[in-house]
Each structure stands twice: as structure tokens, then as C-alpha cells.
């Protein structure tokens, strides 16, 4: 079992930055990748951006050159720096943990984006 807890979320204008964290417990040995996710009202959950357990990143079209995924192994916490941020960007953000057979997931973190 994966524990996960987000943290960072907030109100801030456009233009602006937040780093939203997400701290994980539990059998964390076996996690391959980890990942934000995001959900905005009355849309599907979407994938932000993710980072294998080699280091390897992979951004969607719209986290490209604002958002940054990083991950310390140390302290078992993922990251998402996000800059330049849009009114679009506002949403629940979501961790996720991805072993070989399971999908774990945070509660969730609320980004509002102000114009």
C-alpha cells in the first residue's frame, strides 16, 4: 500500500506560481512512476506530467516550458513547480503512485488561477 498526501494548492493570479508536493508512505519501493493529474469541473481527469524511477519526465502539451515535475527520493516527495499560470490551469491536482499492478492516488490539491 501507497500512501499519498498533496499539499500546496491555493488562489493565485495569472501569471503567478505555486509548487504543489506530494508526500508519499508505505511500500513506496514499489512504485515505477509517479505523476500529476489534474481535474477541472466537469471535465476528465488529465494527465499534467509525470517522472520515471530513473528520472525520466514526460510533460503533456500544455505543462511544456511553465511546469516543472522533479521528485526527492531522500524525503519520498514528489513535486510540480508551475509558473505562468492561467486562468485554464484551475483545477484539483492529483498524485499519483504506479507500481507494476496498482494506481494510488492522493486526495487531492485545489489550484484556482485568477484573471
Known amino acids: 500500500q501507497v500512501q499519498l498526501v498533496e499539499s500546496g494548492g491555493g488562489l493565485v493570479q495569472a501569471g503567478g506560481s505555486l509548487k504543489l508536493s506530494c508526500a508519499a508512505s508505505?511500500?513506496?519501493?514499489?512504485?515505477?512512476?509517479m505523476a500529476w493529474y489534474r481535474q477541472a469541473p466537469g471535465k476528465e481527469r488529465e494527465s499534467v506530467a509525470g517522472?520515471?524511477?530513473?528520472?525520466?519526465?514526460y510533460y503533456t502539451d500544455s505543462a511544456k516550458g511553465r511546469f516543472t515535475i522533479s521528485r526527492d527520493n531522500a524525503k519520498n516527495t514528489l513535486y510540480l513547480q508551475m509558473s505562468s499560470l492561467r486562468p485554464e490551469d484551475t483545477a484539483m491536482y492529483y498524485c499519483?503512485?504506479?507500481?507494476?499492478?496498482?494506481?494510488?492516488w492522493g486526495q487531492g490539491t485545489q489550484v484556482t488561477v485568477s484573471s
Open positions: 499519483a503512485a504506479k507500481t507494476g499492478l496498482t494506481a494510488y
Open positions: 517522472i520515471d524511477s530513473d528520472g525520466t519526465t
Open positions: 508505505g511500500t513506496i519501493f514499489t512504485i515505477n512512476v
